[in-house]
């Protein structure tokens, strides 16, 4: 699960670009596409959050992945990545599971709020 940290971030910009360019007239598709690209980020940080405290992840020995994002041969050479050690996994889930929350809360909150037609 840990080689999917990568799509925590990209599964609510996914869904960002799907709101803007697709549903956005349909509010109710709107975010209920909102809440299953958070949960999908959850359940990914959860696994991560499993594989850190079963597996010998420590702060000395964190999880690296990276990709070649750019470079010029001999003068530049730039990585993107993640790093996962036991500090960042439990603020993975902590953080996707309140912005999970804080959606799911507005969308109950606006619904009979003449701006927002649910």
């Not at 001999?74 to 993975?92: C, F, R």
């Amino acid at each position: 699960m840990i080689s999917l940290a990568w799509l925590i971030p990209l599964l609510p910009a996914i869904a960002f670009l799907i709101i803007v360019f697709l549903t956005r007239p349909m509010r109710l598709v709107s975010a209920l596409t909102a809440i299953g690209a958070m949960m999908g980020s959850l359940i990914i940080s959860t696994g991560i959050l499993y594989e850190v405290v079963t597996f010998p992840v420590t702060m000395d020995n964190p999880v690296e992945l990276a990709v070649r994002w750019l470079e010029v041969p001999g003068v530049l050479h730039i990585q993107a990545g993640v790093l996962i050690d036991p500090l960042t996994a439990v603020m993975l889930f902590v953080v996707t599971f309140i912005a999970l929350l804080v959606e799911i809360y507005s969308l109950g909150y606006m619904k009979g709020d003449p701006g927002f037609s649910v």
